[in-house]
């Protein structure tokens, strides 16, 4: 196991940070938006592997509104997002409080922003679905809700849950399906197309606090609930694969590398707050290391990097694969 104290590389941003994500475009794939307190911050890093040296510049800034007091909880960039286009394409949403704000930008000069109201309690997760056709939404409203993005943005589909929804998931080989996952422990796969459930798996403990869908594998599905990390096959979906208590005290994140075949995570949980490394198939750690604060965990989509948020800063760590 590498047990580490310090990141491989920082990004200092001078403000507290409240959430961010990396986008998993092919052409765009180490664009980053950064939520801060009143804006949103457009980052491109250039990792060690691809340029010999980590760098990262400022694409632009995207203002929230001088007025708002809410937090951003999520980010999700949409499939047509390229900064590869003549103009660039970059489009994204975040969920602030109850409402979604659909930002669109050339990274120039052309700027739009959208907001879709009709959740009555703070949304959690928020992901495209359907190759960006229509947004998906889940909240503390016990609702599931489906947008269209097209010039008229409404809300086509309400999918209701007995408890919070906590995280919504696509899958890039199955893009009519949405992994939605509820904080009572059960996990819905949902076919938009349908309207109706495919699947469902009950966590053995709750409360369910985020979950994943591998992206090497759709079969594959992984909650973190109650400090453990509860990993199905959705082939044999009655009793969990593997159950594996990662934090003692409860954990707050869970993702999925995205190209790995040893379906290896990461989650972030309790006591403190700590970030794990580990393989599916494996109890042992891949990497350890403290955070100070929490705001957010993704993978790199091309090269073995986990990140994380932590103050006002985000940090780097590559993993040693298998």
Same mark, same amino acid.
């Given at each position: 196991m590498r047990t580490v104290t310090g990141p491989d590389h920082t990004i200092d941003l001078n403000?507290?940070? $409240? +959430?961010? /994500?990396? +986008?998993?475009?092919?052409?765009a794939y180490n664009l980053i938006a950064v939520a801060l307190d009143k804006r949103i911050c457009l980052?491109?890093?250039g990792l060690p592997e691809e340029n010999g040296e980590f760098l990262w510049h400022h694409l632009q800034d995207l203002e929230l509104? /001088?007025?708002?007091?809410? +937090?951003?909880?999520?980010?999700?960039?949409?499939?047509?997002?390229?900064?590869?286009?003549?103009?660039?394409?970059?489009?994204?949403?975040?969920?602030?409080?109850?409402?979604?704000?659909?930002?669109r930008t050339d990274v120039n000069q052309y700027n739009t922003v959208d907001t879709l109201r009709g959740h009555t309690d703070y949304v959690n997760d928020i992901s495209w679905v359907c190759e960006g056709e229509f947004l998906a939404s889940v909240?503390?409203?016990?609702? +599931?809700?489906?947008w269209s993005t097209a010039a008229v943005s409404d809300n086509v589909i309400t999918f209701c849950l007995s408890s919070a929804g906590m995280s919504i998931k696509s899958h890039p080989d199955d893009n009519e399906k949405v992994l939605v996952a509820e904080k009572r422990g059960i996990i819905h796969l949902y076919?938009?197309? $349908?309207? $109706?459930?495919?699947?469902?798996?009950?966590?053995?403990?709750?409360? &369910?606090?985020?979950?994943?869908?591998?992206?090497?594998?759709?079969?594959?599905?992984?909650?973190?609930?109650?400090?453990?990390?509860?990993?199905?096959?959705?082939?044999r979906p009655f009793v969990p694969a593997d159950v594996k208590q990662i934090h003692e005290d409860g954990g707050r994140v869970v993702r999925f590398?995205?190209?790995?075949?040893?379906?290896?995570?990461?989650?972030?949980?309790?006591?403190?707050?700590?970030?794990?490394?580990?393989?599916?198939?494996?109890?042992?750690?891949?990497?350890?290391?403290? &955070?100070?604060?929490?705001?957010? &965990?993704?993978?790199? $989509?091309?090269?073995?990097?986990?990140s994380a948020a932590s103050d006002r800063k985000l940090l780097f760590w590559k993993v040693q694969m298998k």
């Amino acid at each position: 196991m590498r047990t580490v104290t310090g990141p491989d590389h920082t990004i200092d941003l001078n403000e507290s940070i $409240q +959430c961010y /994500e990396i +986008c998993a475009n092919d052409f765009a794939y180490n664009l980053i938006a950064v939520a801060l307190d009143k804006r949103i911050c457009l980052l491109v890093v250039g990792l060690p592997e691809e340029n010999g040296e980590f760098l990262w510049h400022h694409l632009q800034d995207l203002e929230l509104g /001088e007025s708002d007091s809410r +937090c951003v909880k999520a980010i999700a960039f949409s499939p047509d997002t390229s900064l590869n286009s003549t103009p660039n394409n970059v489009t994204f949403c975040a969920a602030l409080g109850t409402d979604l704000m659909i930002f669109r930008t050339d990274v120039n000069q052309y700027n739009t922003v959208d907001t879709l109201r009709g959740h009555t309690d703070y949304v959690n997760d928020i992901s495209w679905v359907c190759e960006g056709e229509f947004l998906a939404s889940v909240s503390d409203d016990f609702t +599931c809700r489906f947008w269209s993005t097209a010039a008229v943005s409404d809300n086509v589909i309400t999918f209701c849950l007995s408890s919070a929804g906590m995280s919504i998931k696509s899958h890039p080989d199955d893009n009519e399906k949405v992994l939605v996952a509820e904080k009572r422990g059960i996990i819905h796969l949902y076919n938009v197309r $349908q309207k $109706q459930t495919v699947l469902s798996v009950e966590s053995p403990k709750f409360p &369910l606090m985020s979950a994943d869908w591998a992206q090497s594998n759709r079969l594959f599905v992984s909650a973190l609930a109650g400090g453990d990390v509860i990993t199905w096959d959705l082939n044999r979906p009655f009793v969990p694969a593997d159950v594996k208590q990662i934090h003692e005290d409860g954990g707050r994140v869970v993702r999925f590398a995205p190209g790995s075949s040893d379906m290896v995570l990461a989650s972030i949980g309790r006591p403190g707050l700590t970030l794990k490394v580990f393989s599916a198939k494996s109890a042992v750690l891949l990497l350890e290391t403290g &955070l100070k604060t929490y705001a957010g &965990l993704a993978w790199h $989509q091309r090269l073995p990097y986990i990140s994380a948020a932590s103050d006002r800063k985000l940090l780097f760590w590559k993993v040693q694969m298998k």
